[in-house]
């Protein structure tokens, strides 16, 4: 099933118009970041075009498009960092499921070529539904409430 959301409409088409990545234009991450969540190495961001309530973002302050290209460094705080999150919206959305997802490659969906994780809670879902995305949610909480509730603003 396809659904017309006017806002990605928007965002695709303003993400090819921004010279070079738009996850490396500090700007972009400042207005959407969860100072409390972030680390040395990876951004918390709320996803300004969620695809369900919660939707935050992993985001790798150094560019990169693929997972080998992570340092040690990167590697072990991402974890920590993984997890906090997950406990956060744990807390906020009482649950103990989970969308955590990566696209990497040309054919993989991804919208911005650079490296970053979908994590998204999950509360109920429909049975029998063909992709993890399959079921239709109706967003009750904006991405930047959200972002106020996580880092207490």
Known sequence: MKVYDPKRAAYRKKS???AGCEFCHFE?????????????FWWVVVNKYPYMDGNLMMISKRHIEDM???SQEEQREFFDVLEKT???LQEIFRTTSFNI??????FSGASIK????????????IQNATNI?????????S??????VIDGK
């Open 114 to 125: 650079h490296m970053h994780w979908q994590i998204i809670p999950r509360q109920k879902k």
């Open 16 to 18: 090819h118009q921004v």
């Open 86 to 88: 997950k406990r956060k």
């Open 68 to 70: 080998g290209d992570l």
């Open 101 to 106: 997802g990566i696209n990497i490659g040309k």
């Open 143 to 148: 991405p930047m409430d959200l972002r106020k």
């Open 133 to 141: 995305f399959g079921d239709i949610h109706v967003m009750t909480v």
């Open 28 to 40: 972009n991450i400042q207005e959407q970041e969860c100072r409390s969540l972030s680390g040395d």
